[in-house]
């Protein structure tokens, strides 16, 4: 009995620890939705936290640039805030992760009130996310 004990205890913390960990890859579906979401929520607040706060403008209508150099330079322009960073901080993460090794450059001659930059963002990935979702469908 002890044996056999054991191994259900060990089964157990096996089960308990993967339960734990966060997936190893998660889709950029969800990583998008998860990012429109976050947006949604700050946004549904009385204010936007640190809405007062300027970051530098993406042009996220460029033709010119890829989604993965827009991603990026979204992430850098957030990256700016240093207050109320732990609430931009599931969309920094979530952005790097999209936009994987590409490296970008980002003027802050304009900017924006993170207000104003926030739904700018949110149309973006909303608009990747129905991108990916037209291309899964058959």
Avoid at 133 to 138: E, I
Wanted: proline share 6%; glycine share 2%.
């Amino acid at each position: 009995m002890l044996p056999w004990l054991k191994a259900a205890l060990a089964a157990l913390s096996l089960l308990q620890l993967v339960s734990s960990r966060p997936p190893m890859s998660t889709s950029p579906k969800l990583k998008l939705s998860e990012i429109t979401h976050r947006i949604q929520q700050l946004n549904s607040g009385v204010q936007v936290p640190c809405n007062d706060t300027r970051v530098a403008q993406v042009a996220f209508t460029d033709r010119k640039l890829s989604e993965q150099e827009l991603l990026c330079q979204a992430a850098t322009a957030l990256t700016s805030i240093t207050r109320c960073r732990k609430d931009y901080e599931p969309l920094i993460i979530n952005l790097q992760s999209l936009h994987g090794d590409t490296s970008c450059s980002l003027s802050d001659e304009n900017e924006i009130y993170l207000r104003n930059f926030l739904p700018e963002l949110g149309n973006f990935t909303q608009g990747m996310y129905r991108h990916l979702a037209a291309l899964a469908a058959p």
